[in-house]
């Protein structure tokens, strides 16, 4: 079914000069996920195999394939929505093989999960387990930490605009790490100096754990500006984009500066597979970081935007982080999140843990109206966890905002526990919603890091520090 469908693809793309430069983009943007998805089939066959056991790593593994898989679809058909009325002919055709395609792997989920999952409950192994070395500092001390095995490095480059290093852009040192380097081999180390890298970077699928370490927040700054407005579907705006398996950033700020008026404008698109952000900077003002698919996890980062500026429909933890909201366009009101599961039986959705949420200075001196929200459902089964945050006074009283009407009010799942600050009291929110909840600590257990996204399992060789449980 994917096959043919990036056939019929690569046919409209062959008539290239017949279509408008948007529809030209959303179109490549399909046939970008269409490959992901036939590699995360294929995966997914090889991790099933002929057994009838999975052990829990593997059944999440497959989970996460097949929820991605539909992810793919599902983002496909809203760029191709993007586009202008001059691709409404290919929309009216792709139509039929995308619906047909998401409803097979719907199937093909929930069998999985009333099969196979049906017999496995996640659970990491505890930190004790482990009994891993966590690094201490990163920037210019990882070059004095890789011999002590706190991270496992296999080779390292350096990238510095001025000279001096082994490249002067980023994307020339990610065309240089090898191919499906294989888990435990050992990071591809691409070390970032100071300074201001006006480059659209993409990490593919076939780059796998590289490791990308800069000088700090506001020192190594990644920066773009494609948007929405200017043509480009909000998957290929991205600045910084990464679908390769176990990538690590820190020290670094990815920046969008297309500014409000652009509207759909990415920092960062990450749909990479056990991928971690730590001390890194996000900055944009709508759709800011799209945290497409997969599961991540971002720690102590800070996060700057104004309309849906978390969104997409990844299994991602946003642990000891800043979340601040921006001074949007007048009329509009801010959404944290925009989380995107489509699906009852995909392991995806926002879990924001021990995080700060303040105003960004441009709304805290603005004296303005905006209104600011903890989300929206974005799709059906929209799924966001607050958890142990502090929430300014910015946050509306009603804590969270419909979509349109009553769609999804009833199958999302929204959720606070424990949470502090003025913006934290839950007396007048959104009570009547039948998916709106306040949990308690065996239910907010089920989304933290050990749970969730199993990270007891794959987050120590990283270095990155974590809590695996509740505080």
């Known amino acids: 079914m994917t096959n043919n469908f990036l056939t019929l693809l690569n046919s409209y793309l062959r008539l290239r000069f017949a279509f408008s430069d ?3 983009r959303a179109l490549q943007d399909c046939q970008t996920l269409a490959s992901l998805s036939r590699d995360f089939l294929s995966n997914t066959i090889q991790s099933i195999g002929s057994t009838t056991t999975l052990q829990s790593s593997q059944a999440d593994y497959t989970q996460t ?9 599902q983002t496909c058909l809203d760029g191709l929505k993007e586009t202008t009325s001059s691709s409404s002919s290919i929309r009216s055709v792709l139509l039929t093989p995308l619906t047909n395609g998401s409803m097979s792997y719907s199937v093909s989920l929930a069998l999985f999960m009333h099969g196979w999952g049906a017999h496995y409950k996640k659970s990491g192994r505890s930190l004790s387990e482990l009994n891993s070395n966590r690094i201490l500092g990163f920037g210019r001390k990882i070059l004095q930490q890789i011999g002590n095995n706190s991270v496992k490095v296999n080779q390292m480059v350096v990238v510095n605009p001025n000279g001096g290093g082994n490249f002067t852009n980023i994307r020339d040192a990610v065309a240089a790490a090898p191919n499906n380097t294989a888990a435990g081999n050992g990071y591809f180390l691409i070390y970032v100096v ?19 370490v800069g000088d700090g927040i506001n020192q190594t700054i990644i920066t773009g500006n494609r948007s929405v407005v200017d043509g480009w579907t909000t998957f290929n705006s991205a600045t910084f984009a990464v679908t390769g398996q176990g990538f690590v950033a820190t020290n670094i700020t990815f920046r969008n500066t297309a500014g409000a008026i652009k509207h759909q404008a990415v920092a960062v698109r990450n749909g990479a597979d056990l991928s971690t952000f730590y ?9 800011t970081l799209y945290a497409h698919s997969m599961r991540q996890i971002y720690r102590e980062c800070d996060v700057y935007g104004t309309v849906d500026f978390i969104f997409g429909n990844a299994a991602v933890i946003f642990q000891n982080c800043n979340l601040y909201p921006r001074l949007p366009m007048q009329g509009q009101f801010n959404a944290i999140t925009a989380q995107g599961r489509t699906d009852i039986n995909q392991n995806t959705g926002t879990s924001i843990q021990n995080c700060n949420i303040s105003a960004a200075p441009d709304l805290a001196t603005s004296n303005g109206t905006t209104k600011t929200y903890l989300g929206r459902p974005w799709k059906e089964y929209s799924r966001t966890v607050y958890m142990q945050s502090f929430m300014g006074s910015l946050i509306d009283p ?12 009833s199958t999302l799942y929204y959720a606070e526990y424990n949470n502090s600050g003025p913006g934290s009291n839950t007396t007048s929110r959104v009570t009547l919603w039948p998916g709106y909840h306040v949990i308690n600590a065996t239910d907010a257990a089920n989304f933290t890091v050990s749970n969730f996204i199993l990270g007891d399992n794959w987050l120590p060789p990283t270095g990155v520090p974590y809590t695996s449980g509740l505080l």
Do not use: H, P, R
């Open 22 to 24: 948007s529809t030209i």
């Open 65 to 73: 394939l097949l929820s991605a898989t539909l992810t793919n679809y």
């Open 194 to 212: 100071a300074g201001v890298y006006e480059e659209y970077v993409i990490i593919a699928s076939n780059k796998k754990y590289i490791m990308m």
């Open 279 to 287: 001390n890194c900077s996000f900055e944009a003002y709508q759709d």
């Open 398 to 409: 009603s804590g969270w905002t419909q979509w349109s009407g009553d769609f999804a009010l």
